[in-house]
């Protein structure tokens, strides 16, 4: 029923649409880059800000500021906004009813229309409302002819006005894509987790709907069970496509939720085209250079760690004569070895890539001096292959692809070697997932890959938020762009609603933490629980607008030191590569 009422509302919505939204294609697409890159006739658009002065091009664009999606967004104390045609042009009988962000505001913002074009002109040229008061400072004033002012407002009105795929009868279909590298214990536990999530979401949903959708999202949103279908690739990654189309032409969804196994690329592109999300994989984040809006990532990988590398090196970056990367077999880092070609090598020097298990191993190790590099991207079990090879002269830096074992390497190998963590260090991190463990405990889920398990737990319980933080706007760059706007400030108030049960007195209930009795409350259990920053196995994840990578940062742990010794926290600079 629910998905004939949205039908019902597109067509409304387009039988009730102004006559300047029959637009010709090239008048909307005229529209589209004014509004998404600040471009008009192909030249960047100037504007003026009344605290700023002069702007132009990407900084004048309307999505800069009111997201890519139209729907608005808050900056600070600053909200600003929808500006899609529903929001400026309807005429009132379907208002358009928005988040506004809970810092600022526990309510809704109503967008009810009724703007013509004359006052639409007005608003872009003088910032002034059609009651005569003024928009913000920070809103443009633009120089703009009425044929661009109706360009544009042709655009606004297809902007997110289309029904999303993956919304039927009242459900939303989601999926997750098993590549065909992960392990066969992996994926039946990836598979456990996201099946008891969503099955005791909608058991929830069913019977106790009061008590577990906020009274937003049942006053402005209908709330919509879950169904999951799990999509498994098989072959190489260039055949990805083609399966992946026939999935979605079989039943479409709304979303790709966690998944993982292989090269992530093909999928990201297929999300793009097809207009959906791609929702916090469990693999590394794609080369940025070919990342698209509508994917969100929890590490971008190798990548993050050749940038901790070249800040952890210091002035030593960019003069290094020889490096030697070492890889698994199949997984050649090629995005972090051409960071480290332009970032750590010197002008002119050597960058050799080999395989782990290469025949010429040995040579290329003993090739390499004291001021050279070695960085090994390798499993630990790999890792302890190569621990048997005599050790190179030069600094040594080792990226685990699974859970690190520093134990691996023997000491002649840990005397000059870090290992670069990206995920939180214990004690902190069995604190952070405690509410994991609870939950994996009463659901009676074995943790065959607790690394993966947490990774798909938080993934759902994040996607469950940005979908009630939405209310009704099902659109996936929306979507993607809630948890942008979210993602800090709801993991600051997990942290803060577990420590408070806690200390109200759920003792019996939660998983002791290492060390401590169960039930214990005692002043090291509170200390601990006061040194979290997350609930997640990665430390500090947070969101930006235009972000699409949440882990920041990494630890730099010599070789050789316990699981509890000093590590450097390093967060790269995130400026553009030169």
């Not at 006739?41 to 702007?55: E, S």
């Not at 691996?408 to 405690?434: F, S």
């Not at 942290?495 to 401590?516: D, N, W």
Request: with cysteine.
């Amino acid at each position: 029923m629910r998905g004939t009422c949205v039908s019902l509302l597109a067509a409304l919505l387009v039988l009730t649409a102004p006559a300047f939204a029959a637009g010709s294609g090239a008048a909307r697409t005229a529209g589209e880059m004014l509004y998404q890159r600040g471009l008009l006739d192909g030249a960047p658009v100037r504007a003026r800000r009344t605290d700023l002065g002069p702007v132009e091009g990407r900084a004048a664009a309307c999505a800069t500021c009111h997201r890519g999606s139209g729907l608005g967004t808050t900056e600070g104390v600053l909200f600003v906004p929808p500006v899609t045609g529903r929001a400026l042009f309807s005429d009132g009988k379907d208002p358009l009813v928005v988040r506004v962000d809970r810092r600022l505001n526990a309510g809704v913002h109503i967008a009810r229309g009724g703007l013509d074009l004359p006052a639409f002109s007005t608003i872009l040229r003088e910032g002034r409302r059609p009651d005569g008061s003024l928009l913000s400072a920070v809103m443009p004033r633009y120089e703009l002819d009425p044929a661009t002012v109706e360009s544009l407002a042709a655009y606004l009105w297809t902007l997110s006005a289309e029904v999303a795929p993956g919304l039927q009868d009242g459900a939303i279909n989601i999926a997750t894509v098993l590549g065909p590298s992960m392990d066969p214990a992996g994926r039946r536990a990836l598979r456990a987790t996201l099946e008891t999530y969503v099955a005791q979401r909608n058991a929830a949903l069913s019977k106790r709907r009061h008590l577990d959708v906020s009274t937003m999202e049942r006053r402005y949103a209908f709330p919509r069970q879950w169904r999951l279908a799990f999509w498994e690739l098989e072959g190489r990654p260039e055949t990805w496509p083609a399966q992946l189309i026939r999935y979605q032409q079989a039943q479409p969804v709304f979303a790709l939720l966690s998944g993982g196994g292989g090269d992530w690329a093909p999928v990201e592109q297929f999300c793009n085209k097809a207009g959906i999300a791609c929702w916090f994989p469990s693999v590394d984040a794609t080369d940025a250079a070919s990342r698209t809006p509508l994917a969100l990532y929890f590490s971008a990988g190798s990548q993050l760690d050749a940038r901790v590398i070249e800040a952890h090196l210091g002035s030593r970056a960019g003069t290094m004569r020889r490096v030697l990367v070492l890889h698994d077999s199949g997984t050649e880092p090629r995005a972090a070895v051409d960071l480290l070609r332009r970032r750590v090598l010197a002008p002119g020097a050597a960058l050799r890539v080999l395989p782990a298990d290469a025949s010429q191993l040995d040579a290329a190790l003993s090739e390499v001096g004291e001021d050279d590099l070695v960085v090994a991207w390798l499993s630990p079990a790999s890792a302890a292959r190569l621990a048997r090879h005599r050790p190179p002269r030069a600094a040594f830096y080792w990226s685990t692809t699974g859970e690190a074992d520093s134990g691996v390497w023997p000491e002649a190998w840990r005397a000059k070697g870090w290992r670069i963590d990206p995920l939180e260090r214990e004690p902190v991190r069995a604190a952070n997932l405690k509410r994991f463990a609870q939950w994996a405990a009463a659901a009676k889920l074995p943790l065959d890959a607790p690394r993966l398990q947490s990774e798909a737990w938080f993934a759902a319980r994040a996607f469950e938020t940005a979908l009630s933080d939405a209310l009704g706007n099902l659109h996936p760059r929306y979507l993607v762009e809630r948890a942008q706007d979210m993602l800090s400030l709801h993991e600051a108030e997990r942290v803060q609603q577990e420590t408070e049960s806690l200390m109200r007195g759920m003792k019996a209930r939660r998983v002791p933490l290492p060390g401590l009795a169960a039930g214990s409350l005692a002043l090291p259990d509170l200390d601990l629980l006061r040194r979290r920053h997350g609930t997640s196995i990665y430390p500090n994840l947070s969101l930006g607008p235009g972000q699409q990578v949440a882990a920041k940062g990494a630890y730099v742990v010599p070789l050789g030191a316990p699981d509890d010794a000093a590590a450097d926290w390093i967060v790269p600079d995130e400026s553009p590569n030169p």
